[in-house]
């Protein structure tokens, strides 16, 4: 049966973040301090390098070994957010396999990112792409989709959450100190975790 292979995902995502990196950057610069596509670079760069070191097995171990890379490579906000985000998956999903592991593992690591990060959707983070993915991960799990069905779905919501961020006002991060005058942008992170969204759905093996 189809899944998503937690190792393509992760140097996936690898992969496009380095293909948009000057974009995050773009994005942060109007908004942020300028170094979103910097940081998330690195820190897929580090959790590339870290995998080619230790060839982990398992899903669990391929997102715990992401997550410290992340936290360890990275300075910025993203890398602890993002790092959570994958410690969190990896505890959830353990030699899980399947679409609805990865959906449950998927939700544990957002609400591990709002538990870490206290923003709420309609914040201006990448919260806002993060929950409505989950959301349509878990309803087409539910209404018994193929896994590249849900996989769909879930790279669609995301990018709706990601764009339905351009006219709020941040409420958290860096963003959150140009007050009104940070609408109007496209918010870096809510760009970044489409990203991760979309890596997952090239992951379908
Ligand atoms: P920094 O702001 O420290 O320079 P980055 O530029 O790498 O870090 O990341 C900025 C992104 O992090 C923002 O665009 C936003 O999506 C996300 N972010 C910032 N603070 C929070 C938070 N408290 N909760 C969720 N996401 C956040
Ligand atoms: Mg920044
Ligand atoms: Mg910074």
């Known amino acids: 049966m189809a899944a998503v292979d937690t190792a393509a995902w ?3 995502f690898a992969a496009l973040v380095g293909e948009h990196e000057a974009e995050l950057t773009a994005l942060d610069a ?3 301090d300028a170094d979103h596509g910097t940081n998330m670079r690195r ?3 580090a959790v590339v390098a870290a995998l080619d070191d230790s060839q982990p ?3 669990g171990e391929v997102s715990k070994q992401t997550a410290m890379a992340l936290i360890r490579a990275v300075g910025g906000a993203s890398g602890p957010l993002f790092g959570t985000f994958f410690l969190r998956f990896a505890a959830a999903i353990g030699s899980g396999m399947d679409i609805a592991d990865f959906a449950r593992a998927f939700r544990a690591g957002v609400d591990g990112v709002i538990a870490r990060g206290k ?3 309609g914040d201006k983070t990448m919260v806002d792409t993060l929950v409505p993915a989950a959301d349509a991960l878990d309803t087409r799990v539910a209404g018994g989709a193929s896994t590249e069905a849900v996989l769909d779905a879930a790279v ?3 990018a709706a959450g990601r764009d339905a961020t351009t006219p709020l006002v941040a409420r958290k991060g860096r963003a959150s100190y140009l007050g009104e005058r940070s609408a109007g942008h496209q918010d870096p992170g809510a760009t970044s975790a ?3 969204v979309l890596a997952a759905r090239a992951a379908v093996r």
Do not use: Q, Y
């Open 43 to 45: 820190g897929m760069t």
């Open 156 to 158: 669609s919501a995301a």
């Open 57 to 59: 097995g398992t899903p």
């Open 194 to 196: 489409a990203l991760l």
């Open 119 to 121: 923003a709420e959707p």
């Open 30 to 32: 109007a908004i942020g």
């Open 10 to 12: 992760v140097r996936g």
